[in-house]
């Protein structure tokens, strides 16, 4: 379930899937799309992303997602925060990995517990993320981490990724909260031509033919076929790169 809330001139939307540490399904990616909808259609000035019981979001949900349609309302949904007029900043607790690590780079700014993790578990079951994010995590949190996220699915906690930029604050939701309070009083249109400029600063190609080729291969693959497999028995994964 997906909640979302005015509070002032600030969108709250909060991911609540207690069961499955929020992981995205199909139908919490269109209550997100459907609170940034209203967030645009209000008006807001800043928008804070967060997730309930202690979990931002634990990545997408393995035991119901394989198909093209969620990728693309996954994308949808990213650049949506992307691009939205205001400021975005995602309010981190516990896990933000896989796709839940990809919500937290489209948002604009981070606070995150110390204890929070980020992370890019793909190599452990056979998938990949979409191009864009492993872009703009190596312009976030740099080179060095970004391939060991990627390549060796290694994790990170909120006061490492402070220290590498990833994340601009340690704190919990009210501090991400008051940060969003504090942006509104600040000159809206100001912010949204920033916004546009630093976008576009980042410079960032998209689907490279190479990379939509690889993507491909590792979602139609046995390897993710055994992925799953062994995600869903509960035992380590054998690849064969086939």
């Not at 312009?139 to 402070?162: I, K, N, V, W």
């Amino acid at each position: 379930m997906i909640h979302h809330e005015l509070r002032g001139a600030v969108a709250l939307v909060t991911m609540d899937r207690p069961e499955r540490r929020n992981a995205l399904d199909h139908a919490a990616l269109d209550g997100l799309l459907t609170a940034l909808d209203a967030a645009l259609a209000a008006g807001v000035r800043a928008l804070v992303l967060t997730g309930a019981h202690g979990h931002f979001c634990a990545g997408a949900d393995l035991t119901t997602v394989e198909d093209d349609a969620f990728i693309e309302a996954l994308h949808r949904l990213l650049e949506g925060l992307r691009t939205a007029p205001f400021p975005c900043l995602a309010a981190i607790e516990g896990a933000a990995l896989g796709a839940g690590t990809q919500l937290a780079v489209a948002c604009d700014l981070r606070v995150a517990a110390a204890d929070a993790v980020f992370g890019i578990p793909a190599g452990k079951l056979g998938l990949m993320t979409d191009q864009w994010t492993v872009q703009r995590l190596a312009l976030f949190a740099g080179q060095g981490p970004a391939r060991a996220m990627c390549l060796a699915a290694e994790t990170y906690s909120g006061d490492q990724a402070l220290g590498f930029g990833l994340v601009q604050r340690v704190g919990g939701l009210e501090d991400a909260l008051g940060w969003a309070e504090t942006i509104t009083t600040l000159a809206p249109l100001t912010l949204a031509g920033c916004k546009v400029g630093l976008n576009e600063a980042e410079g960032l190609s998209g689907w490279s033919p190479a990379y939509r080729q690889a993507f491909e291969r590792a979602w139609a693959s046995a390897d993710l076929a055994e992925g799953l497999a062994a995600f869903s028995e509960r035992r380590p994964p054998t690849f064969t790169g086939t």
